[in-house]
């Protein structure tokens, strides 16, 4: 078992990570902005460290002594934290920390897309990233992702505010964009997994789970899941694009941003519908199936 740490462990898909690996008995060490969101790791055994994954002391101190550094930091969104700054720049300082400290090896998760082209602004940021990891020179494997899907948080976030907002639902474009949702717990044991595969070091990898499925279908999982009754409307993003930039503009957390828009009209899938069994040797769950039954509304238990 390993010594591991683990960046962007107090979000969405790093909480997966991290519980996943205590699971398989690592030994897991977390650098973290916000030690409260840490409890449940720390009640665990792993070891809590307190300071901002994009500082260089702080990164540099808490690589001592790991054998592995995992980062699933990232923003989406390039206010208040820009792409710059954490998608760009936060590679470099991990790989430079995990160089000083003389780690085996680091692994990025970023997301599927990443590419460089001006028009996809948080695409070309992941793509940077990437780039920065590579020349660093550190042994680093790249996992990036297509859709991870869990009973909270997300993908649900977002349908849930694109569900509530108005009498009808909005779908920007088409909706026909093509995903391979993967759930959190198949997508978080792939990451783990990686890090004992010296096979996979250097290498991009894409994965996704066994459908390929469009925005609209997910977004149909999650209508029928919660027996929502209004109706769809597709909008050309052409429409849509002004209001966003109008709410970018004027607004800290607006609904959507032109960047999101475009980027959702980008089909969204990996090396094969047989990703992760080609890669890793077993069959992650069937997404529709699951979302079907766990994307329900829970009655709270008193
Ligand atoms: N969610 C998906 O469907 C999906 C799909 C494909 C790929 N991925 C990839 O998975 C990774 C994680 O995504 P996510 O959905 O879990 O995002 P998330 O919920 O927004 O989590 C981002 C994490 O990064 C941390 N972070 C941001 N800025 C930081 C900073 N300056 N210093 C330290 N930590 C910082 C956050 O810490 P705080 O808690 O302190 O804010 C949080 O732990 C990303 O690389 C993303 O591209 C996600």
Not at 41 to 61: E, H, S, T, Y
Request: charged share 20%; glycine share 8%; with cysteine.
């Amino acid at each position: 078992m390993a010594r591991v740490l683990l960046l962007g462990s107090t979000g969405f898909f790093g909480r997966g990570v991290a519980h996943k690996l205590i699971d398989a008995g690592h030994q897991l060490r977390v650098l973290v902005r916000d030690p409260m969101k840490a409890a449940g790791f720390k009640i665990r055994g792993a070891q809590v460290v307190v300071g901002d994954a994009l500082n260089p002391a702080a990164l540099a101190q808490s690589a001592q002594g790991v054998e592995h550094i995992i980062s699933l930091v990232a923003v989406r969104r390039n206010r208040p934290q820009s792409f710059l700054e954490v998608n760009v720049d936060g590679p470099r300082i991990m790989a430079e920390a995990a160089k000083a400290a003389g780690v085996r090896s680091v692994l990025l998760v970023s997301a599927i897309g990443a590419r460089l082209d001006p028009h996809y602004k948080y695409l070309t940021s992941r793509w940077m990233g990437e780039q920065e990891l590579a020349k660093s020179g550190v042994a680093g494997t790249i996992l990036r992702f297509s859709a991870v899907l869990a009973e909270e948080g997300g993908f649900v976030e977002a349908f849930e505010q694109q569900t509530s907002f108005g009498p009808v639902i909005v779908i920007p474009g088409s909706g026909q964009a093509r995903f391979q949702p993967i759930l959190r717990e198949d997508a978080a044991r792939c990451v783990v997994e990686a890090i004992s595969k010296p096979e996979l070091l250097s290498t991009i990898v894409e994965l996704g789970g066994p459908e390929v499925v469009t925005f609209e279908s997910m977004l149909d999982w999650f209508i029928q899941a919660r027996g929502i009754k209004k109706p769809k409307m597709k909008l050309p993003t052409m429409l849509l694009i002004p209001g966003a930039m109008a709410m970018e503009a004027m607004l800290s957390n607006p609904i959507v941003t032109p960047d999101e828009i475009n980027t959702l009209q980008l089909d969204n899938i990996a090396d094969g519908i047989d990703s992760v069994s080609a890669r890793f040797g077993w069959r992650p769950t069937r997404p529709s199936q699951w979302a079907q039954e766990n994307w329900k509304k829970k009655t709270r238990v008193r």
